[in-house]
């Protein structure tokens, strides 16, 4: 069982706690550069229970600065992109994207308080796409080295949305393979595509065995996750898929159900009670068609064609919807579908309230991992995932599988087959 304390340690990330002090070891992604295009209007964000600005400068540079403005606490988010920074609204004091105060306007020439002047500012690295921040206070730790950042902008689609629920409860349905057998089940448009090794579709298998097995090994970032299904023939349907400290996974989604790629999601704390769910897809074989994914996960429309689905509005249920069309009646999104299963938990999930089970053992082990990592912190010792040795920034042995293969081949070797780059030491 997991204990109120627990569930209090792991939630809780706010500046000060041991959680967010735990969550400030790692980099973490803080928004999508097609958020922030060249001249664009800098983005409000706010991560760790602290409020920030996104922006990029004229010259390209992307910065996340402290939102309240050092003079007088005007909101920064407002402010223009002008003279090589980040100029506030109210008394024109302007911010470099280091948090320098290049100009204080309103002051005497001869004045150098500016000097004396800086805004809280957190190391970027924006890659495949993606801005990802440190927002610890010392020297960052090394950026890794991911397979999917690494894609041609044609080969990968990104999405931010926000989940109203704590990121921990958003986070665990990521690394649950159960619920692909009821959350997501279609009753139409069932996906066709084969499962490489076989005739039938991952949907056929998720719908005829909603009993997967369970095996996990834990990784020096995470956690990697064995469900296998029965297959005719002798054989049976792995899929491999991983927990990756502190607050993502990289799952099968809809590339990797052909084994071309695969997807990420992160559910980074806004605050207690909202987290940013970020959708890395990834393909490697083939460009992604890109429209069909802004409909299919990015169209969380309600039926009326403006409202957006949530938990408000019951995310529109339509029991007719749960004869004709799938198992939930919300639509076809599946992120609408995890919204609904987390949100609808409340704010932050009562784990005393519980019954976990056997299919819930990953679960039980990334939440041992999250309270090591707390734990690890509190006495000053890095936690699991984070990198400080430049030669381990290697991260090709986060696979994902999904195949049909022989049912005497052990998973625990078989992923192995299926790095893509040379193994990193474990
Ligand atoms: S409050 Fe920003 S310049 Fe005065
Ligand atoms: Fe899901």
Redesign the pocket.
């Known amino acids: 069982m997991t204990t109120r304390e627990e569930t209090e340690l792991m939630c809780r990330t706010g500046p000060g706690t041991p959680g967010g002090n735990m969550m400030r070891r790692y980099w973490l992604p803080v928004g999508l550069s097609e958020e922030l295009p060249q001249g664009g209007a800098p983005l409000p964000v706010t991560i760790l229970s602290e409020r920030l600005v996104l922006f990029r400068d004229e010259a390209g540079r992307v910065g996340l600065l402290q939102r309240g403005?050092?003079?007088?606490?005007?909101d920064?988010s407002f402010g223009r992109i002008e003279d090589g920074g980040l100029r506030?609204?109210?008394?024109?004091?302007l911010y470099d994207v280091a948090g320098n105060c290049l100009e204080?306007p309103g002051e005497p020439p001869e004045s150098t308080y500016k000097n004396e002047v800086k805004a809280l500012s957190y190391p970027l690295v924006e890659k495949g796409g993606m801005i990802f921040a440190y927002l610890g206070r010392d020297t960052p730790p090394e950026f890794p080295d991911w397979e999917f950042l690494n894609a041609p902008e044609a080969h990968r689609f990104h999405l931010r949305t926000v989940i109203e629920c704590n990121y921990l409860q958003a986070l665990e349905g990521n690394i649950d393979p159960v619920h692909l057998s009821y959350l997501h089940r279609p009753l139409t448009r069932v996906d066709t595509r084969p499962v490489p090794g076989s005739t039938k579709s991952a949907d056929v298998f998720y719908a005829e065995e909603r009993r997967p097995r369970l095996d996990l090994e834990p990784t020096d970032y995470g956690i990697r996750i064995f469900s296998v299904r029965g297959a005719d023939d002798d054989k049976q349907y792995l899929r491999i898929t991983n927990f990756i400290m502190p607050c993502s996974a990289a799952i099968v989604g809809n590339e990797g159900r052909v084994n071309e790629g695969y997807a990420v999601h992160w559910h980074v704390p806004i605050d207690d009670y909202h987290n940013m769910r970020f959708d890395f897809v990834y393909n490697r074989v083939r460009p992604l068609d890109k429209e069909k994914y802004r409909t299919r996960i990015g169209n969380v429309t309600g039926p009326d064609g403006v409202t957006r689905r949530s938990l408000d509005n019951r995310y529109f249920q339509s029991r007719e919807a749960m004869r004709t069309e799938n198992f939930t009646g919300m639509g076809g999104s599946f992120n609408v579908h995890d919204a609904f299963a987390t949100e609808s938990m409340g704010p932050i999930s009562d784990r005393t309230q519980e019954h976990l089970a056997t299919s819930d053992r990953i679960i039980v082990r990334a939440r041992h991992q999250i309270l090591e990592a707390i734990a690890d912190v509190a006495e000053g010792k890095e936690p699991r995932g984070v990198i400080r040795d430049p030669a381990r920034r290697d991260r090709s042995h986060v696979v994902v599988v999904s195949e049909v293969i022989p049912k005497g081949v052990d998973p625990k070797e078989y992923w192995k087959s299926r790095v893509q780059k040379p193994q990193a030491a474990e």
């Open positions: 403005c050092p003079h007088r606490c005007a920064l506030c609204l109210y008394h024109g004091w204080q």
